[in-house]
């Protein structure tokens, strides 16, 4: 098992030099990127991931010289390659390498790269007992809903988090709760869950959608997706996250304050479980 890159379809050494200088992903954060989680040697969701992918490739106009059918293989062939069976794949597209100018340079052609990686040894407390989130404002420019390279707002955001001793940084704009720097936010409040509704300045998660469109409907449970802000969380009785290698996340502290009695609460242990429930079907897990 070992971890391993693929650029423009061949597989190297992740520790290659590969990238030229010049790359413009390299130089401005101009690309786009996903994250897919594998369970049991399957990807888990790819499908979402890589529909969103060509959203973000056409939002920023750089072309599609890869079909879906190829991207798929390519992450198969990772997967086999590697011999990795719980793990991420990462995957970015950028507009390519060119002399360096603001605009775009005529006959670019993108570069796509990809690595996998094992999970490694997952310490599941943080599942089991939850987090704690601090809230801070989100800096971060009005086309959230592009998963682009440009992550300064999220990593100076997780890493206040950090520094704080939180597991996430959960932004507010114009005092709407917005999302986790990493992570779709949700709140429960007299039983109906709450999340921030998908505009411009959120990225619409795929666990996000999956949480919303298909596990609370099978659990029949109620979800509104409108604003709300941080006066409203004071009275949640439940918090929680979701992400791709968040999963679904249970918060119980909020800039220092416990979330209803600081335990775990039954919608989201519900959510989780028929989250792992979801896995377990797709990638024939257990
Ligand atoms: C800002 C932001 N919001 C939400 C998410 C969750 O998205 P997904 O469920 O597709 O992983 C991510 C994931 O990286 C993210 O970066």
Redesign the pocket.
Known sequence: MQSLGLVNGKLVDLNENVVPMEDRGHQFGDGVYE?VKVYNGKCFALKPHLDRLYRSLRAIRIPATYTYEELVEFHELLIEKSGINEGAIYLQITRGTAARTHHFPEQIVPCLTMSIRPTGTVNTRPWEQGVKVILIPDERWLR?DIKSLNLLG?ILGKQQAKEAGCYEGVMVRDEQVT??????FFVVKDDVIWTYPTTNL??K????TIVVEKLVKELGLTVLEKPFDVKFIKGASEAFL???STEIMPVTTINGTLVGDGTVGPITRSLQEAYTQLIDEECGRK
């Open positions: 994250v959230c999220n999302e986790g720097t990493s992570s779709n959120i990225l998660g795929v666990t996000r979701s992400g791709t």
